[in-house]
C-alpha cells in the first residue's frame, strides 16, 4: 500500500501562492488516482481537486476553480497542488488522498472522501486577511 505525506503549508496572506506537495512512498503514484481535500475546524472534509490515474483529467470544487491547479510527477512520486490568489476561506487541513485507479489509462476523477483508501496525515494553510 502507499503512504502518503503532505507538505508545504504555511502562513500565507491573502492573495498569496503556495504549492503543497503530496509525497508517495510504498507504491508508485501512477497506480492511483489522487484528490486534495481540505477541513477547516468544525465542518466536514470536503474536495478540492482531484486527477485521473492517467493524469489526463481534472476536477475542481466550484470554490477553487481558476484559482488553484493539479498536477502530478510520477518520476518523482509526487501530486501537487498549486493555489493562487489565496483567500482566507481558504485556511484549512490540506490532506492529501488515493484511490487504486481501475485501469493504467483510467481518466475518472474521484470527488467525495469515501471513494479514497488512502490519506495523509495533512498540512496546515492558513490565510489573513
Known amino acids: 500500500q502507499v503512504q502518503l505525506v503532505e507538505s508545504g503549508g504555511a502562513l500565507v496572506q491573502a492573495g498569496d501562492s503556495l504549492r503543497l506537495s503530496c509525497a508517495a512512498s510504498?507504491?508508485?503514484?501512477?497506480?492511483?488516482?489522487m484528490g486534495w481535500f481540505r477541513q477547516a475546524p468544525g465542518k466536514e472534509r470536503d474536495f478540492v481537486a482531484g486527477i485521473s490515474r492517467s493524469g489526463g483529467s481534472t476536477k475542481f470544487a466550484d470554490s477553487v476553480k481558476g484559482r488553484f491547479t493539479i498536477s502530478r510527477d510520477n518520476v518523482k512520486n509526487t501530486v501537487y497542488l498549486q493555489m493562487n490568489s489565496l483567500k482566507p476561506e481558504d485556511t484549512a487541513v490540506y490532506y492529501c488522498?488515493?484511490?487504486?485507479?481501475?485501469?493504467?489509462?483510467?481518466?475518472?476523477?474521484?470527488?467525495?472522501?469515501?471513494?479514497?483508501?488512502?490519506w495523509g496525515q495533512g498540512t496546515q494553510v492558513t490565510v489573513s486577511s
Open positions: 488522498a488515493a484511490r487504486p485507479g481501475p485501469t493504467v489509462n483510467s481518466g475518472i476523477v474521484y470527488s467525495a472522501p469515501t471513494h479514497y483508501d488512502y
Open positions: 510504498g507504491r508508485t503514484v501512477s497506480s492511483y488516482a
